[in-house]
């Protein structure tokens, strides 16, 4: 971390030479700012790789903040009330764009109305892992355990109303299991206490625990997806396993302020696409179990109600809430 905070801090003293644009063409005039509304991520992974390479592109620094707390409520919120003027981005994920509206009595933003979609970055399936100690090696298992012993399981999410969060508790339902849920800020302290046996189980983006599962520091029992991952493909998909619904993906992507006139948005959007789909950036995502997407503003402000409707019914139907 502290290293990303120096490199944070190098990129924003740096004497940027001015890049050259059309005269119809907006661009910053001063240091961009990307806020990441939770700490040690995916998300803030995916922002710190796009950020150099959009400081390039726009002539100007760019800098990466992490903004944590509330679900992802504080740095959306954050952005949502920032200047529309094209120097405050957010990385947003499930939670602060599409969850948080159905689990939170009440928000202090309108992910619709108060947020501009930018574009749909990247896609992924979770993985459900388990630590070792837990002494299961099928959801089979963990189910009947869980059964056995409804007080003994608990499972880790990286924020108050992440898919994290939802998918876990669509599993619960599904399964007729009971886990008790353990929030956290950030994925960095979940999987830390996931790795120390503090805690049983978590639904995660594969970016952000496929290094231990290969060290064997975490047992993969299934994935979300629709269909197995190239890398696993001996790892079942929880629809495999009978249950039907359990189709769940955690996504990223960017946005502005609301009134951000388009100019800005289409100037971002065409910078943000080029970055994604190079071969470099490509290559790291996949890495990374993420698909690609790179939408338009319009396919990803598209994207963000059908989650909200989809994400509302999982919330009602589980009974989830804010502890």
């Known amino acids: 971390m502290n290293s990303r905070r120096s490199f944070v801090a190098a990129a924003a003293a740096a004497c940027v030479a001015p890049?050259?644009?059309?005269?119809?063409?907006?661009a910053p005039t001063r240091p961009v700012r990307?806020?990441?509304?939770?700490?040690?991520?995916?998300?803030?992974?995916?922002?710190?790789?796009?950020?150099?390479?959009?400081?390039?592109?726009?002539?100007?620094?760019?800098?990466?903040?992490?903004k944590p707390g509330a679900g992802g409520n504080i740095g959306?919120?954050?952005?949502?009330?920032?200047?529309?003027?094209?120097?405050?981005?957010?990385?947003?994920?499930?939670?602060?764009?599409?969850?948080?509206?159905?689990?939170?009595?009440?928000?202090?933003?309108?992910?619709?109305?108060?947020?501009?979609?930018?574009?749909?970055?990247?896609?992924?399936?979770?993985?459900?892992?388990?630590?070792?100690?837990?002494?299961?090696?099928?959801?089979?298992?963990?189910?009947a355990k869980a059964k056995a012993q409804p007080s003994k399981f608990s499972y880790a999410?990286?924020?108050?109303?992440?898919?994290?969060?939802?998918?876990m508790e669509m599993f619960k339902s599904a399964a007729g299991v009971q886990l008790t849920h353990v929030p956290y800020k950030g994925a960095g302290p979940a999987v830390t206490d996931l790795l120390a046996g503090n805690v049983?189980?978590?639904?995660?983006?594969?970016?952000?625990?496929?290094?231990?599962?290969?060290?064997?520091?975490?047992?993969?029992l299934a994935t979300t997806g629709e269909k197995r991952f190239g890398d696993t493909p001996e790892i079942p998909t929880l629809i495999e396993l009978g249950y039907k619904e359990m189709e769940a993906t955690g996504w990223v992507g960017f946005l502005a302020a609301a009134a951000t006139p388009r100019l800005v948005i289409e100037r971002y959007h065409r910078e943000i696409v080029k970055i994604l789909k190079t071969r470099e950036m490509s290559d790291k995502l996949r890495a990374m179990q993420f698909d690609v997407?790179?939408?338009?503003?319009?396919?990803?402000?598209?994207?963000?109600?059908?989650?909200?409707?989809?994400?509302?019914?999982?919330v009602k139907a589980t009974g989830a809430k804010v502890e």
Do not use: C
């Open 19 to 26: 890049a050259v644009f059309a005269a119809d063409e907006w």
């Open 34 to 66: 990307i806020i990441v509304p939770i700490v040690g991520s995916t998300n803030d992974v995916l922002a710190r790789l796009v950020a150099p390479k959009l400081q390039e592109a726009l002539g100007q620094p760019v800098v990466v903040e992490n």
């Open 76 to 143: 959306a919120d954050f952005v949502a009330k920032a200047a529309p003027d094209g120097h405050t981005l957010l990385v947003g994920y499930n939670g602060p764009l599409a969850i948080n509206v159905s689990l939170f009595e009440k928000m202090p933003y309108d992910p619709v109305k108060d947020l501009a979609p930018i574009t749909l970055a990247v896609k992924s399936p979770q993985y459900l892992v388990v630590n070792p100690a837990a002494g299961v090696s099928s959801v089979a298992e963990l189910v």
């Open 157 to 167: 999410s990286v924020a108050m109303g992440s898919a994290s969060h939802l998918t």
């Open 200 to 220: 049983h189980a978590a639904f995660m983006v594969p970016g952000n625990v496929q290094q231990f599962v290969k060290e064997g520091k975490l047992k993969l």
């Open 293 to 314: 997407i790179a939408s338009t503003p319009e396919q990803f402000g598209a994207w963000i109600r059908s989650e909200t409707a989809q994400w509302g019914k999982v």
